[in-house]
């Protein structure tokens, strides 16, 4: 028997227990809202992007990598945003 695993398959529950909120899911399972801040998981969920969302408007403010753990990187995404919203990661 094959087992397959999907690490997105923990982002929304991950989302909720670091940021201590109950995230608003977007676009299936792999983007939820924050406030104004969307946490998008791409490129296979390797990253996760940090867009700031207000009204219709979105700009993406930069990206975490996701090495060992969705958990680890929603992590350092907070910490990002906490600090200086406007960096945001590493730039596109």
């Known amino acids: 028997?094959?087992?397959?695993?999907?690490?997105?398959?923990?982002?929304?529950?991950?989302?909720?227990?670091?940021?201590?909120e109950r995230p608003r899911v977007l676009d299936g399972s792999r983007a939820v809202l924050v406030g104004e801040l969307k946490l998008q998981l791409e490129a296979g969920e390797r990253e996760l992007w940090l867009i700031e969302r207000?009204?219709?408007?979105?700009?993406?403010?930069?990206?975490?990598?996701?090495?060992?753990?969705?958990?680890?990187?929603?992590r350092e995404a907070k910490h990002l945003s906490e600090t200086d919203p406007s960096s945001g990661g590493r730039r596109p």
């Open 1 to 20: 028997m094959k087992r397959f695993a999907d690490g997105a398959a923990d982002f929304v529950p991950a989302v909720e227990r670091v940021f201590g």
């Open 54 to 74: 207000r009204g219709p408007l979105e700009r993406r403010l930069g990206y975490v990598p996701v090495r060992d753990s969705i958990e680890q990187a929603l």
